[in-house]
């Protein structure tokens, strides 16, 4: 099953106004790993996404994106989250005063952390991997094309202490660029405009 645990090693990103449950469900049954996010949302209903994708899956196999704020009582109640469903991996999008204590939480749940970066990191960090999204990725603000920041990356991270999942993230829409990445160690790779066509997202019919 590989890094993800799940049939192919694809991961469909959470996009603001594009996914929410339903297109995480499709994900997960078509054997890819969906993402659930917590922008913009209270606790209140991210965990009702939670359960829901839960309660439609039989499990809890995504990735929880988390954007964290000083509040201290949300980041709390995010960790109990993790804890109640297990939920295996953790995007941490914005580092507050809260992220060592909330990464630390998570590291006694096993749970796997993942970044999203747009430079090439040069000391090895606490975190479990990242998302390396290149020039091509929408917002993203790269000098790097997603190849030549996934090649630097993936070369830097080789002389680390531990494991490191570098996932590259951009512009990647064909089988042709994903099997090439994983051809090239990738242990994974995010494709997200194709699955913002498909009839579970959010989209408009006339964006699609």
Same mark, same amino acid.
């Given at each position: 099953?590989?890094?993800?645990?799940?049939?192919?090693?694809?991961?469909?990103?959470?996009?603001?106004?594009?996914?929410?449950?339903?297109?995480?469900v %499709?994900?997960?049954?078509?054997?890819?790993?969906?993402? &659930?996010? $917590?922008?913009?949302? *209270?606790?209140?209903?991210?965990? @009702?996404?939670?359960?829901?994708?839960?309660?439609?899956?039989?499990?809890?196999?995504?990735?929880?994106?988390?954007?964290?704020?000083?509040?201290?009582?949300?980041?709390?109640?995010?960790?109990?989250?993790?804890?109640?469903?297990?939920?295996?991996?953790?995007?941490?999008?914005?580092?507050s005063?809260? %992220?060592?204590?909330?990464?630390?939480?998570?590291?006694? &749940?096993? $749970?796997?952390?993942? *970044?999203?970066?747009?430079?090439? @990191?040069?000391?090895?960090?606490?975190?479990?991997?990242?998302?390396?999204?290149g020039?091509?990725?929408?917002?993203?603000?790269?000098?790097?094309?997603?190849?030549?920041?996934?090649?630097?990356?993936?070369?830097?991270?080789?002389?680390?202490?531990?494991?490191?999942?570098?996932?590259?993230?951009?512009?990647?829409?064909?089988?042709?660029?994903?099997?090439?990445? &994983?051809?090239?160690?990738?242990?994974?790779?995010?494709?997200?405009?194709?699955?913002?066509?498909?009839?579970?997202?959010?989209?408009?019919?006339?964006?699609?």
């Amino acid at each position: 099953m590989g890094f993800l645990g799940t049939k192919y090693p694809i991961v469909c990103p959470a996009m603001t106004g594009v996914s929410d449950v339903r297109l995480a469900v %499709a994900v997960s049954e078509a054997g890819a790993m969906p993402s &659930l996010s $917590t922008v913009d949302k *209270t606790l209140d209903q991210v965990e @009702r996404e939670v359960q829901d994708f839960h309660n439609q899956t039989g499990h809890s196999n995504f990735i929880l994106t988390c954007f964290l704020s000083d509040d201290r009582t949300y980041t709390v109640g995010l960790a109990k989250l993790f804890e109640q469903y297990r939920i295996p991996f953790c995007e941490l999008v914005t580092v507050s005063d809260q %992220a060592e204590f909330f990464y630390r939480f998570l590291k006694k &749940l096993n $749970t796997t952390v993942l *970044t999203k970066e747009i430079d090439h @990191r040069t000391h090895e960090p606490i975190f479990d991997g990242g998302f390396y999204k290149g020039s091509e990725a929408a917002g993203a603000g790269s000098r790097f094309s997603t190849a030549e920041l996934f090649h630097r990356q993936l070369a830097t991270s080789a002389q680390w202490s531990k494991p490191y999942a570098v996932i590259p993230a951009g512009g990647i829409s064909t089988p042709q660029q994903v099997q090439y990445y &994983l051809d090239q160690g990738a242990l994974a790779v995010c494709v997200g405009s194709l699955f913002a066509a498909t009839v579970e997202s959010c989209v408009s019919e006339d964006r699609k």
